[in-house]
Structures are given as C-alpha cells and as structure tokens.
C-alpha cells in the first residue's frame, strides 16, 4: 500500500488568487445575466398555431406590443400591380397581381389572432387537424430566410416584424422568384 504525503492546497496564494477570481467571475455573471436575459427574451417573438376550443389561431408570442407601421414595399417585379384590400383598419392587406397570378400578403398586430378557417363542417379542429394544417405553413424567423424551395413547398407563409406579422397567401402565384423578391423586400 501506497501512502501519499496530503498538502493542503488552500494555502498555496495562487489557490487564494483564483478561487477568488471564480467567485468574482460568477458573481458578475449572474448580475449580467439577471440584467441582460429579461430584456433579450422580451425581444424576441415567435409566430406559430395555436388550438383554442377546437378553433385554430395564428399567434405572436411578444412581451412587448408596438403600434403597428403599413406594410412599405420597397422592391416590386416589373408588370406587378399592389393594391391595398378594404380591412376594418386593425391590420393591413395587399393584393399583389400579375397577369392572371396572386398572392395576398397581410400584416397583423402582435396581439392579433388570426383564425384558420378550413373545410371542416363544424370548424372545430382537433390535434391531429392541427398538424396537418401545418403541413401547408411554414413559420420562418426572417422574410430573409425566404426561399424558392420554400415558396414552392407551402401555400401559407408566416413571419414575425418588430410591430407584427406577415402572413402570406399564394393562392395561384408559380413566379417563385419575383414573389420571393417582393417578400423579401416588404416591412
């Protein structure tokens, strides 16, 4: 049996130095953290489908509501008409036509609950109806992440702002590359 000499490290002043060096670290990061975290997560929003008493619902989980600013396009493929859809005021809608093609893009308030109408007789939806509804929408973080695969993919595309959420509506658009240019390029 092997005995080993015990040293007590706790008197070695570099021990001392360090241990105090990782309290203070520690310390400080949890005041940066308890400052910090609260203001970054009441930033970010989040768009996604909500089932309430079998009635399905795009939502925005936000913290924090904004007034919400008209839609401003800043980019429209030659040939392309916009014309702005009668609402009750509360939320914006565009008609974006070229030719026989279309597509409709809307912008909500944060606190706006967009209900899903389908083809269900009663218009109650279940769990399982839920998801395959959203097999036909895509909820991206970012107009920017946009892409042709997606446009081609899904007939509803969903994405928070600052002030809101876009919802868009192709109904019979198959120029997916202009529609992702106007998309792409809309606040």
């Given at each position: ?83 702005q859809n009668k609402t009750d005021g509360s939320y914006y809608s565009y008609l974006i036509k070229q030719e026989s093609q279309n597509f409709t893009l809307v912008k ?51 994405w928070p702002e600052e002030d809101g959420y876009f919802v868009a509506l192709n109904t019979n658009w198959p120029d997916y590359e202009s529609m992702l240019l106007v ?5």
């Amino acid at each position: 049996m092997i005995i080993l000499p015990t040293y007590n490290f706790s008197t070695r002043p570099l021990f001392k130095k360090s241990t105090k060096f990782i309290v203070t670290f520690f310390v400080f990061a949890s005041i940066l953290f308890t400052l910090c975290v609260p203001n970054v997560l009441a930033a970010v929003r989040s768009v996604g489908l909500k089932l309430t008493d079998g009635f399905a619902f795009i939502s925005m989980e936000s913290t924090s509501p904004t007034p919400l600013q008209e839609i401003e396009f800043t980019s429209i493929p030659a040939n392309c008409q916009v014309s702005q859809n009668k609402t009750d005021g509360s939320y914006y809608s565009y008609l974006i036509k070229q030719e026989s093609q279309n597509f409709t893009l809307v912008k909500y308030p944060i606190d706006h609950l967009a209900q899903i109408v389908g083809d269900n007789k009663n218009g109650k939806y279940s769990q399982n109806d839920l998801e395959s509804i959203q097999s036909d929408f895509y909820f991206a973080d970012s107009n920017d992440s946009l892409t042709i695969d997606i446009l081609s993919t899904h007939s509803v595309l969903v994405w928070p702002e600052e002030d809101g959420y876009f919802v868009a509506l192709n109904t019979n658009w198959p120029d997916y590359e202009s529609m992702l240019l106007v998309l792409q390029n809309v606040h």
